[in-house]
């Protein structure tokens, strides 16, 4: 299976942007999914989580101004930003969950290319 992410790009602070994550090769209908972000010079940390019947974790930097959701019949993924600020600046990364800790990289082992996010006046 291959993701690709898209819809990042630059943003005033307090804008909103609308990332999506599609996926080709196979269905991702049982798999959880979760998206991961990257500053410059920065450990690639977790943002979002949704498994395949709706349940959601997200992390407490961005509880109450993101929201991820999923469409199983057409293979997506999207996170919808809002409220963004420039520490949300980043690579934004979709991932298929393998096993074990839910906030850790290592638990995911499939991923997309990235998305640049930058929050900027």
């Known amino acids: 299976v291959q993701l690709v992410e898209s819809g990042g790009g630059l943003v005033q602070p307090g804008g909103s942007l609308r990332l999506s994550c599609a996926a080709s090769?196979?269905?991702?209908?049982?798999?959880?999914m979760a998206w991961f972000r990257q500053a410059p010079g920065e450990k690639r940390e977790f943002v979002a989580r949704?498994?395949?019947?709706?349940?959601?974790t997200y992390s407490d930097s961005v509880k109450g101004r993101f929201t991820i959701a999923r469409d199983n019949a057409k293979n997506t993924m999207t996170l919808q930003m809002n409220n963004l600020k420039p520490e949300d600046t980043a690579v934004y990364y979709c991932a298929i969950y393998n096993s074990r800790d839910i906030f850790s990289p290592s638990s995911y082992d499939t991923w997309g290319q990235g998305t640049q996010v930058t929050v900027s006046s």
């Open positions: 090769g196979r269905m991702f209908g049982a798999d959880a």
């Open positions: 949704i498994t395949y019947n709706g349940g959601r």
